[in-house]
């Protein structure tokens, strides 16, 4: 009789960084997806159903943590400079996937369905002008943010003033040029494609 061990396998992961426009924010790209939506930590206290976020959180200059797609974006406390620690975060962050640990929990996705649906029913009330400005932002701006290691999402349209609020997570959050994007991509971009 042969018996044999159950070994769990390492999966080879590679994961590489990847600057943002956002100087104190690195984006770590590994080569297996991560998440199916986005999950923003400002702090250790927010990623409770978040395992990988919250080992990072262990770091001291880890200030916030974002999660999409295959990658994490990570925002450092300005006490010391990217070259310095950037190669420790990828190697704790290829290390942690290869070791099979869990990114996010049940709990969060549960959440995440929860708040998907309840979305749902709010677009479904929207006006068609939101809607439009959804479609515009979904389709060409956020791939380019996501690109930089961010997200953005619409959060109401003023029809009176005209005003467009959305919401910058991620790298984009607290970045230096997002003034510029705001102003000189999207306000540009919705302006042209939205006339009036």
Known sequence: VVTQKNESTKIPV?????????PGVLKFVANKPLATDTFEFKNIDEATDAPLAQALFNFPFVKEVFISDNYVSVMKYNMVEWQEISMEVREFIRKYLEDGKPVLNDAILQKDKASEA????????LSDIDKQIIEILDEYVKPAVAGDGGHIAFKSFDADTKTVSVILQGACSGCPSSTVTLKNGIETMLKEMLHG
């Open 14 to 22: 590679t994961v590489y960084a990847e600057s943002t426009p956002n």
């Open 118 to 125: 309840s979305s749902e029913k709010e677009t479904a009330n």
